[in-house]
């Protein structure tokens, strides 16, 4: 049974920084291409960070420049460093694992059709962004 578990999340004033974690067992982390998905309340989830297995990193728009994506394979932990947080970020984040190569395929995906794009999911940290 593959287990993800994110923690991290709080509350925080725009402008401020949060680092989200991501523990995954047991799986073989180092092969999953894995990813960072958000769901702001009122709209659909979202992609924020997608990990290929060689250390390569794909950004949302919204988030590039800001957040920074990594992962920590003897740890089996990957992180999300949340920087320069706007209250459009608050969001319950959640990470997945064992997800789609194609970036193109995920970035096809809109709304509820990416968590197709992934195999496991966590369950969810909320990230609140006061103005």
């Known amino acids: 049974q593959v287990q993800l578990v994110e923690s991290g999340g709080g509350s925080v004033e725009a402008g401020g920084s949060l680092t989200l974690s991501c523990t995954a067992s047991?799986?073989?982390?180092?092969?999953?291409?894995m990813g960072w998905f958000r769901q702001i309340p009122g709209t659909g989830l979202e992609l924020v960070a997608r990990?290929?297995?060689?250390?390569?990193?794909y950004y949302s728009e919204p988030v590039k420049g800001r957040f920074v994506a990594s992962r920590d394979k003897a740890k089996k932990t990957m992180y999300l460093q949340l920087n320069a947080l706007k209250p459009e970020d608050t969001a319950m984040y959640s990470c997945?694992?064992?997800?789609?190569?194609?970036?193109?395929?995920?970035?096809?995906?809109?709304?509820?059709?990416?968590?197709?794009?992934?195999?496991?999911w966590g369950q969810g940290t909320q990230v609140t962004v006061s103005s």
């Open positions: 047991p799986i073989i982390f180092a092969s999953y291409y």
């Open positions: 990990l290929d297995t060689g250390g390569f990193v």
């Open positions: 997945a694992a064992d997800c789609e190569p194609s970036i193109g395929a995920t970035m096809a995906a809109k709304g509820e059709d990416l968590r197709y794009t992934c195999n496991y």
